[in-house]
């Protein structure tokens, strides 16, 4: 996610959940693993927040500043 919102989303962008989930998933050598799914992310999404690196609402997340 910092990748993403330095390369490609603006630090003021949010990022929903189905962005993210897309992007790993495209991101992931075909044939070689299980395709992830909204649970898994959702719960590494969960995770961060609780570490205070995300602010996590419904669908929609963003870096903290």
């Given at each position: 996610m910092e990748y993403l919102f330095s390369s490609?989303?603006?630090s003021t962008d949010d990022m929903?959940?189905?962005a993210?989930?897309?992007?790993l998933n495209a991101a992931m050598p075909p044939?070689?693993?299980e395709d992830f799914d909204t649970t898994e992310?959702?719960?590494a999404v969960a995770s961060m927040k609780e570490k205070g690196k995300v602010?996590?609402?419904?669908?929609i997340?963003?870096?903290?500043?």
């Amino acid at each position: 996610m910092e990748y993403l919102f330095s390369s490609t989303y603006e630090s003021t962008d949010d990022m929903s959940i189905s962005a993210l989930l897309a992007y790993l998933n495209a991101a992931m050598p075909p044939d070689k693993h299980e395709d992830f799914d909204t649970t898994e992310v959702v719960r590494a999404v969960a995770s961060m927040k609780e570490k205070g690196k995300v602010v996590f609402e419904g669908d929609i997340l963003r870096l903290v500043d």
